[in-house]
Structures are given as C-alpha cells and as structure tokens.
C-alpha cells in the first residue's frame, strides 16, 4: 500500500500528474475523438466540436487510462472506450444545456444559444450513437453492458431533476440520488471498465467503481458549493446560475432547512422562480454563508472524497494510484 499524504485539506493539488501520467494514451484517444465526431454534414462537427474542444479537462476519459495505468495493463482495449465515455459526457452536455436553457459552458456560449436546440439535441443523439460504436469495436460485452447501463442511469437522473426542479421540499437523501446519477455513474463506470479490459478480478471492479462514484459525488458537491462562491471566470459559467434556475442544490437544501420562517420563504420564492435578481442572489449568498451551508456542503465533498482515496488504497503505490489521490484532491479544492 502506497503511504501518500492524503492532503484533502492541504495546498493546491493538480490534475497535472493525471495529465503527465496518461499524456500518451490520451494523444490516441483525442485521435479516435476527432474522428468519430467527423460527418458529411457539416453542422455535426463545427456543433459537436465547439463543446468537444471547448476547454474541458476531459477528467473522465483521463480516469479510464490512469485507472488502466494502475492496473498494469498495457493493451490499447482501453483507447476507444476512454473516447466513447467523453462521447457520452459531452452528448448529456448537449442535452443539459438545452433543458436547463444555459447560454454559458467553459466560459463560451453554449451550443443551443449559437445553433439552437433542435441541433443541439440531435447532435446529442448522435455522439450517443458513435459511442456505441466505440463500445462495441471494444469486443467486451461486460464494458458495453457497464457503459450503457450508465448512459441509462444517467437519463434517469436527469428525469428525477426534472421532476424535482423548483420544489423546496426536495430533501438531502433525493439530491444525492440525483447527483449520484447524474454525475457520478459516469465516473464510476469511467473507472470500471479499465478493470474488465484488463481482466481483473472482481473486487477490483468494485474498487475502482467505488472510487470514481465517490470521486463523482464530491465533484458535483464541490460544483454545487462554487455556484455561490465563484465566478465564470473560475467557473465556465455565472455565479448564481443554479440560485436562478431554481435547482435545490445542497447549499440550497440546507440553508432552507436552517433558516427562520422569513428566509425559508425567501428561498421558497426563489425556486419558484419570485426571486432571481442580482440582490436576490446577493442575499441567498449571504444566507448560505451565515447557516455554513457552503461549510457543510464542502465538508460533505470532503468525506465522499476521502471514500473515494480509500477505495484504492488496496492497490500498489505507484505514480497512478498518486495521481489519482490527487486528482480527488483537486476536485474538492477546486472551491478554493
């Protein structure tokens, strides 16, 4: 086991080990990327890349090669399915953007402002369907079975956050359902499929699972916590934009459930769309900050991380499995 400091609460971690450590593979994987987003017709490409090449750090697809890394395996199995796991994060993408109607994404205009939301759905569908290709190419039906089984979840907790949306009595145990869907599926199946790939024993599977949905959950928590903290120059998107759409992010869920009789109707309010001003945003900042609703959710990041490092710590010491501690790191500091 290795004996790396886990710094959850220490200085300034990096994605650049990841970066450093899957350098190679991930020249090959952006390879299968740009080819299987190429199209006769034009719209598919100029859309599908503009989010594609759009500035995101491509955490997920970096997750399957250094868990592969860890692993030991030296195959190249893992290339197309990398690909086809930021296939899938960038078609939800698509389809986000056009059910929460945001026009900002990584700091540039979203898709559906630009081409609208009929493209931007179909060009969805379509980076849907090239993933399934690269699934099948794979030749395992364990990893197509994990990855369309995620893709399914994934739409379900959408659906759930639809049927959720503007409803103040949305309570902790649904949110983390949500999230646990929407979010970290994605990065626990990232995860698992460098295991059957590489032919692993099962409890590995579950180990690496374990680590990308922790991982996953203590991403979204951290986002969650940043929307009233943060700006769209941290961020890829405004402050506050959460606080406008009326979602009941745990910042929000909490500050509710701790406040007095005014300020649960101030929040009642703005979920249902009475309260979305600059001055109402303002004073929902200040309302999370005086009942530590950002404290608790961060610390709430800090927990599902620590899972998240201790779900690996089975494995040998080594360059990936350091990486990959800090890349947990990171995703819970990024709130700094």
Aim: overall charge negative.
């Amino acid at each position: 086991m290795s004996a790396t400091v886990h710094r959850l609460a220490g200085s300034e971690p990096s994605l650049d080990p990841m970066i450093d450590l899957v350098t190679d593979d991930m020249t090959l994987v952006n390879v299968a990327i740009r080819d299987r987003m190429q199209s006769e017709i034009p719209l598919i490409p100029e859309l599908a890349g503009h989010l594609i090449a759009g500035g995101g750090k491509r955490m997920r697809p970096m997750l399957t090669l250094a868990s592969a890394r860890l692993l030991g395996y030296s195959g190249s199995r893992h290339h197309g399915l990398a690909a086809a796991v930021e296939f899938i994060h960038t078609a939800t993408l698509l389809h986000d953007d056009v059910v929460d109607g945001s026009d900002m994404r990584r700091g540039k205009r979203t898709a559906n402002l630009i081409w609208g939301n009929p493209a931007s759905v179909l060009v969805g569908d379509f980076l849907f369907s090239r993933s399934f290709e690269l699934m099948v190419e794979a030749g395992s039906l364990k990893a197509l079975k994990i990855l369309s089984n995620a893709s399914a979840v994934i739409a379900e907790g959408e659906v759930n956050q639809l049927t959720a949306a503007r409803r103040v009595d949305l309570g902790e145990d649904r949110y983390l359902e949500i999230i646990d869907a929407k979010t970290a599926a994605l990065f626990a199946a990232a995860c698992r499929i460098a295991a059957v790939v590489a032919e692993r024993p099962e409890a590995e599977e579950a180990a690496l699972d374990a680590y990308g949905r922790n991982l996953g959950i203590a991403f979204q928590l951290v986002d969650d916590a940043i929307d009233y903290t943060s700006d769209a120059g941290t961020m890829g998107k405004d402050a506050g934009d959460d606080f406008r759409e009326g979602k009941m992010t745990l910042p929000m869920i909490l500050a509710y459930a701790r406040g007095n009789e005014e300020e649960r109707q101030f929040w009642k309010d703005a979920v249902e769309g009475r309260r979305d001003s600059d001055a109402d945003f303002a004073h929902a900042v200040d309302l999370v900050r005086a009942t530590r609703a950002v404290d608790d959710t961060i610390a709430r990041a800090r927990h599902y991380g620590q899972r998240a490092i201790e779900a690996i710590a089975p494995f040998a010491g080594g360059p990936a499995k350091d990486a990959m501690i800090e890349a947990v790191e990171f995703a819970v500091a990024r709130v700094y």
